[in-house]
């Protein structure tokens, strides 16, 4: 531990409490700029960890998915609706798995192992758990029911 104390001078005195370190060497001094600097990289290495974290999230929860066969098989029912207006979720169909998002960007997959999460398109809205709209332009998915997030996490 260091105890820091202002001299005159615009200099910091820093000295150790305690380790082999303070035997040695004592008291020594250092500028406000070094420690500001030090203070500014620990806080980099923070936000930088904090980014990393955020995009490890956004990543593991891509939206790969699966066309089930059987409604007992699936995570959720989706029913396709013939109006944007009525959807819970405007989908867009990607050609990679890596431009996927849990906001509508979809791509399906072959296997069930390797989806994300399996769906069952429903005949009926009233049997489908969400409503979707399949839009053509991959800026204009979203959200439009909030309440149904859940599903998709």
Known sequence: MRNYRQMPCGF?????????????????????????????????????????LVM????????????????????????????????????YKVNSQYDTDTDGRWFFVDNKYNADKKIWFSESRYDAD???FFVENRYDIGWKNRSKMHLIF
């Open 56 to 91: 490890l999230t956004v990543i593991a929860s891509a939206q790969k998915i699966f066309s089930c066969q059987s409604r007992y098989d699936a995570d959720f029912k989706v029913f396709v609706v013939s109006n944007r207006y009525d959807a819970d979720l405007l989908v």
């Open 12 to 52: 910091t005195e820093v000295s150790a409490i305690s380790s082999d370190f303070d035997a040695a060497h004592g008291t020594s001094f250092v500028t406000d700029q070094q420690i500001n600097s030090a203070k500014s990289i620990r806080m980099k290495r923070k936000l930088l960890l904090i980014f990393s």
């Open 130 to 132: 969400l409503l979707i």
